[in-house]
């Protein structure tokens, strides 16, 4: 069977087309077409020239699972729904133009899909694990029963650019102001310092693993020290950091600075000597808990009733 699975996200409307069988599955098909909420947002509500992009993402997805001949399309909105006025509006429009039912998932239900999807991949029987986004960053505590403490922030990688930056690479106070801003929210919502690494997903955790990789050489996990010394460096040479952002990511070049300012807030209130990248999140979780249910046979699950089909 093949599942198309569009994550309607701050930064991205990205598609997966997944080919599962008996539980297995892998990705056959991965576009992404920026979502473009942050820029389109006016006051707290989404404008219509942002939802008609939106609209014109979904109907491309929909093109693309028609070609690829999916079984069944699914559609989730997280943190780019969230913070908006008019979401419903939104929702209403999308169905209206495309007959997609979209799915507005929680912050506790991020979490749980993000845990599954780390879970397929990491032996960690405990630890901490992160999900940084445009729109927000989800925090969970885990151990093997699943998210035993989890938040939702608005710390994503464009918000905080659009929020703390005033020009294309953030300056040096400019960062300190991002890591406190991450360090009091968590303390707030009750977090604190825990053992072991942070497990990192999303796109600008894997963006930054790219970048490490590829031109800093630096393979494996990150330390803390290392991503200090590349907010360090950007910070002192932001002309030549912002051109060599546009030239590997080029999608990421004003919101990766910020979101590894993220990074390095969480792992520094939480005592994080290292930080692990794992490619997977919550699109993965969210197929594995799909699968899960249709295993059960019988009743159709909750996220079938829910969701439904929109369309082949």
């Known amino acids: 069977m093949r599942i198309g699975i569009i994550d309607f996200g701050t930064n991205t409307l990205r598609l997966d087309i997944f080919e599962t069988e008996e539980g297995a599955y892998r990705?056959?098909?991965?576009?992404?077409?920026?979502?473009?909420?942050?820029?389109?947002?006016?006051?707290?509500?989404?404008?219509?020239?942002?939802?008609?992009?939106?609209?014109?993402?979904?109907?491309?997805?929909?093109?693309?699972?028609?070609?690829?001949?999916?079984?069944?399309?699914?559609?989730?909105?997280?943190?780019?729904?969230?913070?908006?006025?008019?979401?419903?509006?939104?929702?209403?429009?999308?169905?209206?133009?495309?007959?997609?039912k979209i799915k507005m998932i929680s912050g506790n239900e991020e979490a749980e899909y993000d845990f599954r999807a780390l879970k397929s991949v990491s032996k960690a029987q405990s630890g901490v694990g992160c999900?940084?986004?445009?729109?927000?960053?989800?925090?969970?505590?885990?151990?093997?029963?699943?998210?035993?403490?989890?938040a939702s922030f608005p710390l994503g990688s464009?918000?905080?650019?659009?929020?703390?930056?005033?020009?294309?690479?953030p300056t040096a106070s400019e960062i300190e102001n991002?890591?406190?801003?991450?360090?009091?929210?968590?303390?707030?919502?009750?977090?604190?310092?825990?053992?072991?690494?942070?497990?990192?997903?999303?796109?600008?955790?894997?963006?930054?693993?790219?970048?490490?990789?590829?031109?800093l050489k630096i393979e494996g996990a990150i330390s803390?020290?290392?991503?200090s010394g590349f907010l360090k460096a950007a910070a002192e040479a932001p002309e030549e950091t912002l051109e060599l952002l546009e030239d590997v990511e080029p999608k990421r070049a004003r919101t990766l600075v910020p979101g590894a300012a993220v990074l390095a807030g969480i792992m520094e209130f939480m005592g994080f000597g290292?930080?692990?990248?794992?490619?997977?999140?919550?699109?993965?979780?969210?197929l594995e808990k799909i699968l899960e249910e249709d295993k059960g046979g019988g009743e159709p699950g909750l996220l079938d009733i829910i969701l439904g089909s929109i369309g082949k």
Request: glycine share 10%.
């Open 274 to 286: 290292k930080m692990e990248v794992y490619s997977v999140g919550v699109r993965e979780g969210f």
């Open 178 to 215: 991002i890591k406190n801003e991450v360090k009091k929210q968590l303390s707030d919502a009750g977090f604190s310092p825990a053992n072991g690494s942070l497990s990192a997903m999303g796109g600008t955790a894997k963006a930054v693993k790219r970048l490490f990789g590829s031109v």
């Open 224 to 227: 803390v020290s290392e991503l």
């Open 131 to 150: 999900d940084l986004g445009g729109g927000s960053m989800q925090l969970f505590v885990f151990d093997e029963k699943g998210p035993a403490k989890s």
């Open 27 to 100: 990705s056959i098909y991965d576009n992404a077409i920026f979502s473009r909420i942050i820029e389109n947002t006016e006051g707290a509500s989404l404008s219509q020239d942002g939802i008609e992009h939106v609209i014109q993402a979904i109907e491309e997805h929909q093109s693309a699972c028609r070609h690829y001949r999916c079984d069944r399309v699914e559609c989730f909105a997280t943190a780019s729904l969230r913070y908006i006025d008019n979401a419903e509006s939104v929702l209403e429009q999308v169905e209206f133009r495309t007959g997609v």
């Open 158 to 169: 464009s918000r905080i650019a659009k929020q703390f930056v005033s020009g294309a690479i």
